[in-house]
């Protein structure tokens, strides 16, 4: 699973520690080519709960995902994937919803009336393992029903915010009515999981390295794979053991 956070026209001024999760409209529309052109099968994120990791037509799967219900989402990404013929799954935060530089509840009704998925990114975009167990509830619970409320359908999916999950955050998500949560750790997705992994799409993510991601490439999950296990739980550790860290470096990265 492809993971967006934010398009951008070409030449639009971006502050320097947004620029990275903000991918130009040219860019995406070459990932859109390269994702056809590769024969994949597109698939919407909860549809690879049923899937296997290669269909029965011999296509390999593969879904496109955007967090955080940015207006971007409506204005670029969702007429781009109509005329491309691509579905996708959208990851909204209920409480930004009909904000400023948000989408708006029509434009969703819209988007998922043409194909597209509404899923939840929690009510408010917060660390959901820093939160109490009502806390982590309520966020939970509140998303998913003012989803279905306003659209219609199920919710089956979370997307936690930052890609942060407690212990008791899977529980919590089940206890609620998800099916699974969706990761941003950088991994294959694998069907039938609890966890379904996304690899992050970045403003330097090459078309090349879209083309290896949709290929399954050992070489390019391989490096992931290293770089995750050499830099994840020494980060883990360390935020754990200072948590105003996590503040600090989501401030330069996030």
């Keep these: 699973m492809l993971n967006y956070h934010g398009l951008t026209p070409y030449d639009t001024p971006l502050r320097a520690k947004d620029a990275r999760f903000w991918v130009s409209e040219n860019s995406f529309l070459e990932h859109l080519r390269r994702f056809v052109g590769c024969g994949c099968q597109a698939l919407l994120a909860e549809d690879l709960l049923r899937a296997s990791s290669d269909q029965a037509n011999g296509a390999p799967a593969a ?16 007429p781009m994937l109509v005329a491309a013929g691509l579905p996708a799954t959208f990851f909204v935060n209920t409480a930004t919803i009909d904000t400023p530089g948000h989408v ?38 509140r998303s998913k029903a003012e989803i279905e409320d306003h659209l219609g359908g199920e919710v089956t999916l979370l997307a936690p915010p930052y890609g942060s999950r407690g212990a008791n955050t899977l529980t919590a998500a089940r206890r609620a009515g998800y099916r699974a949560l969706c990761s941003s750790g950088g991994g294959l997705a694998r069907s039938s999981c609890a966890v379904l992994d996304r690899v992050c799409i970045y403003s330097d993510t090459t078309s090349a390295q879209v083309s290896a991601i949709l290929r399954k490439s050992p070489a390019f999950f391989g490096k992931k794979a290293c770089r995750s296990a050499l830099l994840g739980l020494p980060k883990q550790i360390a935020f754990s053991l200072f948590p105003g860290w996590v503040d600090s470096w989501r401030n330069r990265h996030e």
């Design 63 to 78: 879904a496109l995902t955007f967090d955080d219900g940015r207006a971007c989402d409506y204005e670029i990404a969702y």
């Design 104 to 141: 708006t509840w029509s434009q969703l009704r819209e988007m998922r009336r043409a194909g597209m998925s509404v899923q939840s990114h929690s009510h408010e975009h917060t660390d959901l393992a820093r939160l109490t167990a009502k806390q982590l509830d309520d966020q939970l619970r």
